[in-house]
C-alpha cells in the first residue's frame, strides 16, 4: 500500500500549503481519503481517481471535492460517475456548490470493500459526525482518524496497524473549549503506543506549530513523523 499526502495543515492551508488530503494505492486502485483545501490541485491525475472517501464535512478536509468533480465533469471526455463514500449529510453544503445534476458522483454510505480495500469505520467525537477509517490491503492496514477527541474507540481503530495517521491540532495541551473534539500529538501518541501501531504520522497541526515540538511531545516509541506534502510512505 503506497499512501501519498496531499495536504497536512490544520483548519486552513498556510502558504504554499493544502489541508487534509491523502492518496491511497494499491493494486493501481487509486483511493482518496479526505479532499481539504488546497489538495486536488496535489493529485497527480484527477480523472484516474476510483474513489474517494470523506471522514466528516468540515471544509478543511471536503472543499476540494468541488473541484475535483468539475475537474472529471466538465471537460470534453467526461469521467465516468465517482464513488464518493460519507458519513450521511455530510457532504451536502459541498455537493449543493452546483446546480443540481451538473456534477457526476455517486454518493455513497461507508461500505466495507472499496475496490482492493477493505475498510472498517467508526464513529469518533467531533463538532460533526466523523468517522475513524481503517484500510487493508495486501497484508497492511492503516488506520486515519480524522478529526477527533479522546475516545477509546481510537485504540480499538488503530490496533495493531502498521501506520496511524492521526490528528494532532496541538503540540500537549488541547484548548478547554475544544478539548472533547480535537487532540493532540501528545494524546495521538498515547493512543498509538496502546494500540501497538507500527509507525504514527501526525497530521492537521495549526498552522504555525514547529514539527518537531509535535513529534517530541508524542513520545510514541516507534517511528514517528509530521505529514507533509508530498511524502511518500509505504505501508507494509
Known amino acids: 500500500m503506497r499512501l501519498t499526502v496531499l495536504g497536512a495543515c490544520g483548519a486552513?492551508?498556510?502558504?504554499g500549503a493544502a489541508c487534509s488530503?491523502?492518496?491511497?494505492?494499491?493494486d493501481g486502485f487509486r483511493l482518496?481519503?479526505?479532499?481539504?483545501?488546497?489538495?486536488?490541485?496535489?493529485?497527480?491525475s484527477p480523472e484516474t481517481v476510483d474513489a474517494v472517501i470523506i471522514?466528516?464535512?468540515?471544509?478543511d478536509h471536503c472543499a476540494d471535492l468541488n473541484p475535483l468533480l468539475r475537474s472529471r465533469s466538465l471537460r470534453d471526455?467526461?469521467?465516468?460517475?465517482?464513488?464518493?463514500?460519507?458519513?450521511?449529510?455530510?457532504?451536502?453544503?459541498?455537493?449543493?456548490?452546483?446546480?443540481?445534476?451538473?456534477?457526476?458522483?455517486?454518493?455513497?454510505?461507508?461500505?466495507?470493500?472499496?475496490?482492493?480495500?477493505?475498510?472498517?469505520?467508526?464513529?469518533?467525537?467531533?463538532?460533526?459526525?466523523?468517522?475513524?477509517?481503517?484500510?487493508?490491503?495486501?497484508?497492511?492496514?492503516?488506520?486515519?482518524?480524522?478529526?477527533?477527541?479522546?475516545?477509546?474507540?481510537?485504540?480499538?481503530?488503530?490496533?495493531?496497524?502498521?501506520?496511524?495517521?492521526?490528528?494532532?491540532?496541538?503540540?500537549?495541551?488541547?484548548?478547554?473549549?475544544?478539548?472533547?473534539y480535537l487532540s493532540s500529538a501528545r494524546q495521538a501518541g498515547r493512543d498509538a503506543a496502546a494500540a501497538g501501531a507500527g509507525r504514527l504520522l501526525l497530521t492537521h497541526l495549526m498552522p504555525g506549530?514547529?514539527?518537531?515540538?509535535a513529534v517530541a511531545a508524542a513520545g510514541f516509541p516507534g517511528p514517528v513523523e509530521v505529514a507533509r506534502a508530498g511524502a511518500v510512505v509505504l505501508v507494509e
Open 77 to 180: 471526455s467526461p469521467a465516468p460517475p465517482l464513488p464518493v463514500y460519507a458519513p450521511p449529510g455530510a457532504l451536502d453544503a459541498v455537493l449543493a456548490l452546483d446546480r443540481p445534476r451538473m456534477l457526476d458522483y455517486d454518493l455513497r454510505p461507508f461500505e466495507p470493500a472499496v475496490g482492493p480495500f477493505r475498510v472498517e469505520t467508526r464513529p469518533l467525537p467531533h463538532w460533526v459526525p466523523n468517522a475513524g477509517i481503517r484500510l487493508t490491503a495486501g497484508g497492511a492496514t492503516l488506520a486515519y482518524t480524522g478529526d477527533t477527541g479522546p475516545s477509546p474507540e481510537i485504540v480499538t481503530l488503530a490496533r495493531g496497524a502498521d501506520l496511524l495517521i492521526a490528528e494532532a491540532s496541538y503540540v500537549d495541551e488541547v484548548p478547554e473549549d475544544s478539548r472533547a
Open 21 to 26: 488530503g491523502f492518496l491511497v494505492e494499491h
Open 209 to 213: 506549530t514547529p514539527p518537531e515540538a
Open 12 to 15: 486552513w492551508p498556510s502558504p
Open 32 to 44: 482518496v481519503l479526505d479532499l481539504g483545501y488546497a489538495t486536488m490541485p496535489r493529485l497527480p
Open 55 to 59: 471522514s466528516h464535512g468540515h471544509p
